[in-house]
């Protein structure tokens, strides 16, 4: 970015500004008549024309909130997006998961004046991990969520520690109050030495006893490098853990979620947000299915009693949430399809418990594509603990498709699966018809850039069938 | 038949790049031709017993995870070293083919002193070479197989040596983007920034570790076919996406030019 402002208060800038806008609005329109989703092209044309776009909107911004992390940032901000919105004062957010710098502007434009003024003045926003530092350079958030910090598409980002400097970054402003997963050591280890840090955390989970082999990346600590000493895992690296020489431990979580024995319970909220406080119970409907999703009910439930919303507020809003596109949605009912997005080991090996939690017989399709925006590098299937799925997940028939449908059926048969059973689906559009076919629930797994396409078959499928 | 011994080094900072899937190949392919098989974890700070061992596997860590493996290796040098010298199977990957070497200079110019098993030097170069690879692989003496390698590789470090090349780049980066060799072979050892896993996709080079191990323990034999269907279905996708259709006409390719 080389401007501060459009390109400061000139006649110039204010020229900038109403071109972008009015080319942003064209490209949107559109788009729209060709039926597509015009998530990121209108940001792309409106910053091309103003690079200083995006910093003058979110200067004029009274509240601004952002979610980033590795894992669930879309799912944290539609349950956000629910209880904060629909009250005084309406909230922008980007849905969809449009989290680069283009998609922040397409989210900001349907408000803004063809002069440039925003319309409302409080935001919550996706951002992703890489593009947080470029944001926060340009306005500092309120309020900073950070869901967790796993490994993800590493060719895109190199490795963990630069998801992690990234991170740094985005809660150095001292202004800014941070929520951030206590269980986490990796996302826990960004509240270090700094004030106005809210944790949240699981603090009981009913345990399956079954041992698993997960990706564990930051089980280390960062000081000594000594490997951490956990007492409790929930799952991947999350759960109670401390240095063994004492450098770090998991931070006293101010909510702390319990969950419920049974699947009609209610998830146990205690709070202490501050030392001074007694403890707070309350508990609040677990919206939310898989274990690694209560962990984002936890941080959008942390950041509204941060910014005061009372749980009675909390509890109606969540009444308002339905699940995003591909984020365990039920793309059709008869027979009953489940679509979720997997991106990362840890993500996509929390997406299989909460799937292997369904009892029942089922089939599976994996759609692997490696575009960009998939990760191209797709060594992280290896990673999956698909070796503890396998047997319990009450699967005859198993599906691959996507550019790597190979590469995913290699990954099944060495994860214990009759190669007779697996099947490589070469188009796409074929899907739907091959794992609808016996009627059975089918869970179908997907990275990014097959998962609309999906959804949109799926949907012209439940058309056919009613 | 006594087990088919294979050390993974250090599992818990050296698996960046899905390396058990590595093991889990080897142990397979060896288990369906009814040989038993013996992983054992070494982690870092634990003694390595090389007695009865058949495979070594060293993967690939973060910058941070490899310094803190580099601190620890003076001690398993000696051990290692003898090893390699009497030609034990060294499987080693991205990180842990630089770790093998003597040394890998940071862009800072600090250098991290590696096993020096090999007399192979790698220096941080200004960008990352990324993406998908397709290589042929090589004779000792230099000579194309026909025999296509693919994954994917992502690495910053710049690696030379004299040794001969496990391939010849048809399509990525390589060593060091320049002289269009990939990897190393050099008695026992295999080395090489292509992982993906490396094995899954490439059964025969899997299978080459295997005889090497076997050839040791004095049982030179061919080892008995596979059904890898599905192993030569993902190979060959890689290759079509890299525009290179399928080994055979690489090979066909290769000798008309
Ligand atoms: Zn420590």
């Known amino acids: 970015m080389t401007s501060r402002g459009p390109m400061g208060n000139d006649r110039m800038g204010k020229v900038c500004v109403i ?39 979110l200067r004029q911004l009274d509240a601004f909130v952002v979610v980033t992390g590795t894992n669930g940032k879309t799912t944290t901000v539609a349950l956000l997006h629910a209880i904060l919105d629909g009250q005084d004062q309406p909230w922008i957010f980007n849905d969809g998961g449009a989290n680069l710098t283009q998609g922040l502007v397409s989210a900001l434009l349907p408000y803004t004046a063809v002069s440039g003024a925003l319309r409302h003045r409080r935001a919550l926003l996706e951002v992703d991990e890489a593009t947080l530092p470029g944001i926060v350079r340009l306005r500092a958030p309120t309020l900073l969520v950070v869901t967790n910090v796993l490994r993800d598409q590493l060719d895109r980002y190199g490795e963990v520690d630069h998801a992690l400097a990234c991170l740094r970054a985005g809660v150095r402003d001292a202004s800014t109050t941070l929520v951030a997963n206590a269980d986490d050591p ?73 969950l419920p024995a049974s699947d009609a319970g209610r998830l146990g909220v205690s709070e202490r947000l501050s030392g001074s406080r007694p403890v707070d119970r309350f508990d609040l409907p677990l919206t ?9 009910l936890l941080a959008a439930v942390t950041a509204a009693r941060v910014l005061g919303y009372s749980p009675a507020r909390i509890e109606r809003g969540l009444g308002f949430y339905r699940a995003p596109t591909g984020r365990m949605q039920t793309v059709c009912e008869t027979p009953r399809v489940v679509l979720s997005l997997i991106k990362n080991p840890a993500g996509a090996t929390a997406v299989l418990r909460a799937i292997e939690a ?28 698909l070796e ?3 047997p319990r997940a009450k699967c005859a028939v198993w599906w691959c498709a996507g550019t790597r449908g190979p590469d995913m059926a290699l990954r099944l048969a060495y994860a214990g699966v009759e190669r007779s059973a697996i099947t490589v689906v070469a188009q796409l559009d074929l899907v739907p018809g091959h794992v609808m076919h016996s009627g059975e629930p089918v869970y179908v797994l997907s990275t990014y850039t097959a998962l609309h396409a999906l959804s949109d078959m799926f949907a012209v499928q439940r058309g056919r069938a009613v | 038949m006594k087990p088919l011994r294979i050390i993974h080094l250090f599992p818990e900072l050296l698996n960046l790049y899905a390396d058990q899937g590595n093991i889990a190949v080897l142990r397979d392919r060896a288990l369906r031709r009814g040989w038993p098989v013996d992983v054992r974890q070494v982690r870092l700070g634990e003694t390595l017993d090389l007695a009865g061992v058949d495979i070594i596997l060293l993967g690939g860590g973060s910058d941070r995870e490899q310094e803190v493996v580099a601190r620890a290796l003076p001690m398993y040098r000696p051990d290692l070293a003898h090893a390699a010298d009497a030609g034990l199977p060294i499987l080693a990957v991205c990180g842990g083919y630089q770790l093998l070497g003597e040394y890998y200079e940071l862009a800072s110019g600090e250098r991290i002193t590696g096993l020096r098993l090999v007399d192979v030097a790698t220096r941080a170069g200004g960008t990352r070479l ?80 295997l005889r090497t191990a076997l050839r040791r323990r004095g049982l030179d034999r061919p080892l008995a076919p596979l059904d890898d269907t599905f192993e030569w279905a993902a190979h060959k996708s890689v290759l079509q996406m890299l525009g290179l259709s399928d080994g055979g006409s690489v090979r066909e390719r290769l000798v008309r030019s």
């Open chain 1, 19 to 57: 071109l972008a806008v009015l080319s942003a609005r064209a490209t949107a329109f559109a788009l729209r008549l060709l039926g597509r989703r015009a998530t990121s092209m209108p940001g792309l044309v409106a910053l091309r024309l103003c690079p200083g776009l995006l910093g003058h909107l």
């Open chain 1, 186 to 258: 990796l996302c826990a280890s960004l509240g270090l030495g700094r004030d106005l840090t809210y944790y949240f955390g699981i603090a009981d989970a009913p345990q399956d006893g079954v041992a698993r082999s997960e990706a564990r990346d930051g089980a280390f600590c960062l000081q000594c490098g000594a490997e951490l000493e956990y007492t409790r895992f929930v799952f991947a690296q999350m759960g109670d853990y401390r240095c063994p020489a004492g450098h770090f431990a998991r931070p006293e979580r101010h909510v702390a979620g319990s």
């Open chain 1, 288 to 296: 939310v299915a898989g274990l690694y999703n209560v962990y984002n």
């Open chain 1, 358 to 385: 369904d009892a029942v017989d089922k089939t599976v399709c994996f759609v692997i594509n490696d575009a960009d925006a998939d990760g191209r590098d797709v060594s992280w299937l290896w990673d999956i603990d």
């Open chain 1, 388 to 390: 503890s799925f396998v």
């Open chain 2, 130 to 209: 990324i993406g998908n690879v397709a290589v042929e692989r090589l004779t000792p003496s230099g000579q194309g197989t026909g025999e296509t390698v693919v994954g994917f590789e992502n690495h910053v470090g710049r690696t030379h040596h004299e040794y001969p090349a496990f391939g010849r780049v048809l399509r990525g980066h390589g060593n060091n983007g320049e002289d269009g060799l990939e990897g190393l072979c050099h008695k026992g050892i295999v080395a090489t920034y292509i992982h993906g896993p490396l094995l899954p996709k490439n059964p025969h080079v899997a299978d080459q570790l």
